[in-house]
Nanobody
């Protein structure tokens, strides 16, 4: 089981960024997939999740700006209207029941 994130980097204030997470086929279709983030000195927090049926849920801080969606064996986080508080390490997550898997994380920095 592997989750491999990419797409992180420097994004200008108000700009877009897309974060893909490639998941192994054995988990992708039946697991809830999500993106979490951790800012320096803060706890890891939920950003967005998408269920196997396509239902989504977002943190209040990103509603209307971020979109999570699935494409083949990839779950993507489209970030728009980036804010300084979006800076952090973004982690891909897959879970079902008591099973959970994490990616290695990718750094996102919003620059003004």
């Amino acid at each position: 089981v592997q989750l491999v994130e990419s797409g992180g980097g420097l994004v200008q204030l108000g700009g877009p960024l897309r974060l893909p997470c490639a998941a192994s086929g054995s988990i992708f279709s039946s697991y809830v997939m999500g993106w979490y983030r951790q800012a320096p000195g803060k706890q890891r927090e939920l950003v967005a999740v998408i269920g196997s049926g396509g239902n989504t849920n977002y943190a209040d801080s990103v509603k209307g700006r971020f979109t999570i969606f699935r494409a083949k064996n990839t779950v993507l986080l489209q970030m728009n209207s980036s804010k300084p508080e979006d800076t952090g390490v973004y982690y891909c997550n897959a879970h079902r029941g008591l099973s959970a898997f994490w990616g290695q994380g990718t750094q996102v920095t919003v620059s003004s």
